[in-house]
C-alpha cells in the first residue's frame, strides 16, 4: 500500500488537525476521548485503509444464491479481509445506545469515512434505532445488531417510485402474531444478501395512499421455521461503494413485525433517514479528508518548474480552495449533528428543537454532497495523470464521493423536504434566530453579508407560489447552507484561533459574493496547510 499511497500507514486521527480542532467546538467531551480517537485512526489509517482498497479492486462481496443441496439462501460471500475489519469495526454503532453522544459516533464515522463499510454499519444501526424508540417487545433484534450477532439493512426505495416513497406498491396483511408483506420490489436494497434483518416500508390493508399510509415493519431473513423469509434476485455493479452488497430484494409473502403504531410508520421512516442524511454528511467529509491527506503529501513531495508544487501560486490557491471546502463543510455536518443530538429521543408530536435538527440536515446532507464532490476531483488533478489510475488511491475517492450526493435523497429531494420543514413545521424561524445571534453583533462586513443572504433567500422563498418556490428550492437550499457555514466558522474562532474567523470571510466572499480570493491569502500558509498552525 506505500507505493500506491500517501496516506496508508498515517494515524488518520492525528494528521487531521481540521478535526481536532472544530470537533470540540460541537462535542465538548471530545478532549476526553482523544486516546480512543487517536487509537481509531491508526487502526482505520492502516489495516481498514489497506482492506478497504483490497475490496474496491479484488474483493467485493459475491452473491452464493444455492446451497450444496439447491436450496435458495441468498446469502454474501464476504472476502475474509472485509470479515475481519467489520468485527473490529462493530463498535461504532454502540454509543448512541450506551448513554453516548450521537458525536461520538459520528466522529467514528468520519474517520472510518470509506462509505461501503460505513454503510453497512449505518444500515445495521438504523434497524437498533426505530426498535429503541418505538418497539421494546423486539428488543432482542436490537441487542444482536447492536453487539455482533446480525447485521442490519433499511430497504424503503421501490423500482417505481424511487424517492417517492409514497408510491410504494408493497402491502401488508395481518396474520396472528406476525404481518405478511407482499408485492415488495424494493430495488436499492444496500445489505441484500448480508442482513439478517432489515426495517422495510409497507402499507397496511385498508391505509390510505401516499406516505402516511406507510408503516415500518422489521423482517428477519429467517422465517419462524427457518426458511428463507425473502429473495435477493442480483446484486448491483455500482461505481463505487462496492464493500457493501447493494441489490434487489423481493418480499413476496414475506413475514414481519410492526414497529410501533402503523400510522405513524412515516415518521418512523423519516427518523431513520435523518440518521443516515447526517452519515451521509460525515461520510462526505471523511472521504475528502483522506484526499487531502494524499494530495497534501503529493503537493510537497512532486517538484515542478523547479519548486515544490505547494509553492506554486495557482496550487497555493488550489490548497485553499480545498481548506475552506473541508473546514466549512466539517463544521456543518457537526453543526446539525449536534442539533440531532439534543433532540433525538423526542417522538411525535415533535418540538421545535426536533422540525430545526431535521432542516440542518437537509442543509447538510446536501452541501457536504458538494464539497466532497469538489474536494476529490481537485485531488485527483492535483496529482495530475497519476490521480486518473485506478492503481493509485487517490483516484478511488472521486468515486466514492459521488454517492454522497444520491443517496438518502438526492439534493431536489433535500430541497423540497428543507420547504416542507419551512412551510409547515416553521423550522427556518430558529435557523434565523440562531444566525442573528452568531452575526448580528458581528462587525466583519461578511458576517453581514451572511445574515443578509439568508434573510432575502427566506424572504423570497416565502413570497413565491408553491411552483416557483419548488424551482428556487435547491439554489435556496445552498445558500442557506453557506449562511450557516459562515456563523459556523465565525463561532469557532473564540476556540479554535483566529484561523476560522480568517477562513470565515473567505468562504462569505467566495461562496456568498462570489469574489476571488485576495493576494494576501498566497502567503499565508496556515489557511491552506492548517498543520502549519495546529502542530
Not at 445571534?437 to 413565491?464: D, I, K, Q
Request: aromatic share 10%.
Amino acid at each position: 500500500m506505500r507505493e500506491i499511497s500517501y496516506a496508508y500507514g498515517r494515524n488518520h486521527y492525528r494528521e487531521d488537525p481540521e478535526l481536532r480542532a472544530v470537533l470540540p467546538g460541537f462535542w465538548p467531551e471530545a478532549p476526553d476521548h482523544e486516546e480512543e480517537l487517536a487509537a481509531w485512526g491508526a487502526y482505520l489509517g492502516k489495516e481498514v485503509y489497506a482492506a478497504a482498497y483490497h475490496i474496491d479492486q479484488d474483493a467485493g462481496p459475491v452473491l452464493v444464491m444455492h446451497d450444496l443441496d439447491g436450496n435458495r439462501v441468498d446469502r454474501v460471500r464476504l472476502s475474509p479481509a472485509q470479515e475481519a475489519v467489520l468485527k473490529e469495526l462493530r463498535p461504532i454503532v454502540r454509543p448512541p445506545y450506551e448513554g453516548g453522544r450521537w458525536q461520538h459516533h459520528f466522529a467514528l464515522g468520519y474517520l472510518l469515512a470509506d462509505p461501503g463499510l460505513y454503510c453497512i454499519l449505518t444500515i445495521t444501526h438504523q434497524v437498533a434505532y426505530p426498535i429503541h424508540k418505538y418497539a421494546p417487545n423486539l428488543a432482542d433484534w436490537k441487542r444482536a445488531v447492536l453487539y455482533g450477532e446480525a447485521w442490519g439493512a433499511t430497504w424503503m426505495t421501490e423500482i417505481q417510485g424511487g424517492s417517492d416513497l409514497g408510491a410504494n406498491r408493497t402491502t401488508a396483511r395481518r396474520e396472528g402474531e406476525v404481518w405478511r408483506l407482499s408485492g415488495g420490489d424494493k430495488y436499492f436494497a444496500s445489505g441484500a444478501g448480508l442482513a439478517d434483518v432489515a426495517i422495510a416500508t409497507a402499507r397496511p390493508q385498508g391505509a390510505p395512499a401516499g406516505p402516511k399510509g406507510l408503516a415500518l415493519f422489521l423482517v428477519p431473513r429467517l422465517d419462524r421455521q427457518g426458511r428463507l423469509n425473502y429473495r435477493v434476485r442480483r446484486l448491483k455493479a455500482k461505481s463505487g461503494t462496492r464493500a457493501v452488497p447493494s441489490g434487489e430484494v423481493e418480499l413476496e409473502g414475506s413475514e414481519a413485525y410492526l414497529i410501533g403504531e402503523a400510522e405513524k410508520g412515516i415518521y418512523y421512516t423519516l427518523e431513520t433517514l435523518t440518521v443516515s442524511r447526517l452519515a451521509n454528511a460525515v461520510a462526505a467529509m471523511g472521504i475528502a479528508a483522506k484526499a487531502l491527506l494524499e494530495v497534501r503529501q503529493r503537493v510537497r513531495r512532486r517538484h515542478a518548474f523547479g519548486r515544490p508544487l505547494a509553492d506554486l501560486p495557482l496550487v497555493r490557491r488550489d490548497l485553499l480552495e480545498l481548506a475552506l471546502r473541508q473546514a466549512g463543510g466539517l463544521a456543518l455536518a457537526f453543526a446539525a449533528v449536534e442539533a440531532f443530538d439534543r433532540a433525538w429521543h423526542e417522538v411525535p408530536p415533535y418540538s421545535e428543537g426536533y422540525h430545526y435538527a431535521r432542516f440542518l440536515s437537509h442543509l447538510a446532507k446536501n452541501r457536504t454532497a458538494d464539497h466532497a464532490a469538489e474536494i476529490t476531483r481537485l485531488a485527483m488533478e492535483l496529482f495530475g495523470g497519476l490521480g486518473f489510475l485506478e492503481e493509485y488511491a487517490v483516484a478511488r475517492w472521486h468515486r466514492e464521493a459521488l454517492i454522497t450526493p444520491i443517496w438518502e435523497g438526492p439534493s431536489n429531494v433535500q430541497a423540497l423536504d428543507m420547504l416542507e420543514a419551512m412551510q409547515k413545521k416553521r423550522a427556518h424561524e430558529p435557523f434565523l434566530a440562531f444566525l442573528k445571534e452568531r452575526l448580528g453583533s458581528r462587525s466583519e462586513p461578511e458576517a453581514a453579508l451572511a445574515l443578509g443572504v439568508a434573510e432575502r433567500t427566506l424572504a423570497a422563498l416565502a413570497e413565491r407560489d408553491p411552483e416557483a418556490a419548488a424551482f428556487q428550492s435547491k439554489d435556496a437550499l445552498t445558500r442557506l447552507a453557506d449562511a450557516l457555514t459562515v456563523a459556523l466558522l465565525f463561532g469557532l474562532a473564540s476556540r479554535a484561533g483566529a484561523r476560522y474567523a480568517r477562513l470565515a470571510e473567505l468562504y462569505a466572499r467566495r461562496f456568498l459574493a462570489g469574489e476571488p480570493y485576495p493576494d494576501a491569502a498566497l502567503r499565508a500558509p496556515e489557511l491552506y496547510l492548517p498543520e502549519a498552525v495546529h502542530a
